[in-house]
């Protein structure tokens, strides 16, 4: 591909190149554009038709629509943003410096600005900021004939025809009826007898990650969305729901991994700004481990009497760490899915004790039978300390594993901040109280 390209603009083959790159999916550009000079880009991007520029334009990432920005003349930059959806545009002005946004508005026309406003004022994470205004509506007293008179007329500039909306004067929606429905139903039809009136739609201030999970719920292709009137103002279409969707998951995978979320790429952040985003949460649990080093201080005297037991400290600290991993993050996951809720607690819960109970007589036995081994089969008491403990432990971290999301859930924040570091550090100590306190009383310390 990038060889045929480069022999084209080398013989300024022009109309050969717009039609090889009007092959080309629009989503395969952004890798395209990495193995090219920035002049043969620009060649490329200017031989595009208008509506192939557009498309590509929004699957670019913002560092390349940028350079794009500053190369283009006024009229250019017009002919792009001209044909992109309004909450691409809005996307774009997002993402792109004070300097460039102020040339981008100067080239939006008037009354798309007015909209363009509007969506920008809409809080952060809300289904305002990511829908589009630009939508198929009919009227109930419409035929189908009339209906797709309409579409061909309009549905050029619109985000998706797939799925119209029936309004009334006020602009409340009604109905819905798919282009499938249209299609198959006699041209005469009225839209208010084969129209769905059973509705389901979203506000404006609803929370984005909800309403993209409706997309898997209900296999929708878009949700419409309403003001407090109740009149609809635009609709949420599902691509624009899968970029919530993996903007939701890379932040809880931060979140999990102690790192506070960053909407930059991973070679595009700092040096700086990667530790900076790090270091709160490593100086928070590093501070809390105090906690275990005071601990072990207080039975100092109990490891020096017997000197075997330090030895099993690393096990018993990482078992119940990784214990507690295991079930938080079925727990997060769940709530991400919508699988467990708050309600759910004693049940999730008392399913997560059975769960340690087998896991952890499991985790005994089979240390047991490495104590004997390693160490012979005078060293019951050992064994059964360490063994208790591992019961504990384990019952212990599976406990918090799904106690401390769902405390979480219950005070609005984000189950993931309670992931593996935190349940770690928190069952690190417990784990060191609960198996020297066993070694004092069984061995007599």
Not at 10 to 21: D, T
Not at 123 to 143: H, Q, R, S, Y
């Amino acid at each position: 591909m990038k060889a045929k390209l480069l022999k084209l603009i080398e013989e300024q083959k022009l109309n050969e190149l717009r039609k090889y790159l009007e092959t080309i999916n629009s989503a395969d550009f952004p890798s395209l554009f990495e193995e090219l000079e920035e002049d043969k880009i620009l060649i490329i991007y200017r031989v595009l038709t208008k509506e192939k520029a557009a498309e590509v334009f929004t699957e670019l990432d913002p560092d390349m629509q940028e350079k794009l920005i500053n190369y283009l003349t006024d009229t250019e930059l017009k002919t792009v943003v001209d044909n992109l959806f309004f909450d691409d545009e809005v996307d774009l002005i997002e993402e792109m410096p004070s300097n460039v946004v102020k040339r981008i508005l100067k080239n939006v026309k008037p009354e798309d600005r007015s909209v363009i406003n509007e969506l920008l004022a809409y809080p952060e994470d809300t289904a305002g900021t990511i829908m589009t205004t630009e939508f198929v509506d009919l009227k109930e007293n419409m035929t189908v004939k009339d209906s797709f008179d309409k579409i061909r007329k309009i549905g050029l500039d619109k985000e998706t025809i797939y799925t119209c909306y029936v309004l009334t004067i006020d602009r409340k929606i009604i109905g819905v009826i798919d282009v499938k429905d249209l299609l198959i139903a006699d041209p005469d039809s009225l839209i208010k007898d084969i129209m769905n009136p059973n509705v389901i739609t979203v506000s404006t201030l609803d929370d984005q990650e909800e309403v993209a999970k409706m997309f898997d719920k209900y296999n929708f292709f878009a949700i419409p969305v309403v003001d407090k009137e109740k009149r609809l103002v635009g609709i949420v279409t599902i691509d624009d729901a899968i970029d919530v969707l993996q903007e939701e998951i890379q932040e809880d995978f931060e979140k999990m991994a102690a790192v506070i979320p960053n909407d930059e790429s991973y070679f595009k952040t700092s040096v700086f700004k990667h530790a900076r985003n790090r270091i709160v949460w490593l100086i928070l649990l590093m501070l809390t481990s105090i906690i275990t080093g005071g601990i072990l201080d207080n039975y100092e005297s109990a490891f020096v009497s017997l000197p075997i037991l330090v030895s099993f400290v690393p096990l018993l600290m990482d078992t119940g760490g990784n214990c507690g991993s295991q079930t938080s993050t079925l727990v997060i996951r769940g709530f991400s899915q919508d699988e467990i809720r708050l309600k759910d607690f004693f049940k999730v819960w008392w399913k997560e004790i059975r769960v340690a109970v087998l896991v952890g007589i499991v985790l005994a036995l089979v240390n047991t039978l490495r104590i004997f081994i390693q160490y012979g089969f005078d060293q019951t008491k050992l064994a059964l300390v360490v063994g208790l403990t591992l019961v504990l432990v384990v019952i212990l971290a599976k406990s918090l594993g799904c106690i401390l999301p769902m405390l979480a859930k219950k005070l609005k924040m984000d189950p993931a901040i309670m992931a593996s570091p935190l349940i770690t550090t928190i069952v690190d100590s417990c784990s060191v109280f609960v198996y020297f306190q066993l070694a004092v009383m069984i061995f007599g310390l």
